[in-house]
């Protein structure tokens, strides 16, 4: 089993919409929880953090279930713009910088 | 600005050859990184550094190694390269706070071994 899972895709939707990832985690110990964005060929950069309480930035809403080790995001009025793919991204339990990237979910937003 | 390079960007070359991918970062980070990344995988640890003369394996570390012999640079190194290690490779850095999160990636090096 993977550290990090995550459907990879694609999900197509029209602009405007709103659409959610989901992420799972294996390792219990894990205390950290982000994502990333990844455009086509580009690197990988940090989108937001995941918070316990859950976190909003503008259109995009963050959750960490630790119970279910499930983490969430939510985009809302999706953009053009918003087409990448979006990596889960979990620290190493022993918490010494390491990072677990899940393989990623391609969004395609549709005109 | 500071920034984190990666050269060369495109290399091609053949089964056997070694290879030497360069990464350098002005960010003064203490912890370096690579990764690789191939579809269906996404992002793989090779090796990791958290400062000078300090080296660590990844995940996937086997025909690979890395030396930090300075705080700006960790050159990721294939012996002998390999048909399985043509790849887009990722170098990265962060500061000392280690639960930030926010690894400063390169722009990749693409790989290919014939």
């Known amino acids: 089993r993977k550290e990090v899972e995550q459907d990879p895709g694609p999900f197509n939707v029209p602009e405007g919409a709103t659409v959610a990832f989901n992420c799972t985690y294996s390792?219990?110990?894990?205390?950290?929880f982000f994502w990333y964005r990844q455009d086509c060929r580009k690197e990988p950069k940090l989108l937001m953090s995941?918070?316990?309480s859950g976190n909003e930035d503008g259109r995009f809403t963050a959750q960490l279930n630790r119970a279910s080790q499930y983490i969430s995001l939510l985009i809302r009025d999706s953009k053009l713009s918003d087409s990448a793919t979006y990596l889960c991204?979990?620290?190493?339990?022993?918490?010494?910088?390491?990072?677990?990237f899940g393989q990623g979910t391609t969004l395609q937003v549709k005109p | 600005d500071a920034e984190i390079t990666q050269s060369p960007r495109h290399k091609i070359t053949e089964t056997g050859r070694q290879v030497t991918l360069a990464c350098h970062q002005t960010?003064?980070?203490?912890?370096m990184f690579w990764y690789r990344q191939d579809l269906g995988h996404g992002l793989r640890l090779i090796h990791y550094?958290?400062?000078?003369?300090?080296?660590n394996k990844g995940e996937v570390s086997d025909g690979y190694s890395v030396s930090r012999s300075n705080t700006e640079d960790l050159p990721l190194t294939l012996e002998s390269a390999a048909s399985s290690q043509t790849s887009v490779y990722f170098c990265?850095?962060?500061?000392?706070?280690?639960?930030?999160?926010?690894?400063?990636f390169g722009e990749g090096s693409r790989l290919t071994v014939l």
């Open positions: 960010w003064n980070h203490n912890n």
């Open positions: 990265a850095s962060s500061d000392g706070q280690l639960n930030t999160g926010e690894l400063f």
């Open positions: 991204v979990v620290s190493s339990s022993s918490n010494t910088g390491k990072l677990i």
């Open positions: 550094s958290y400062g000078v003369q300090d080296t």
């Open positions: 995941v918070y316990s």
């Open positions: 390792n219990s110990a894990s205390q950290s």
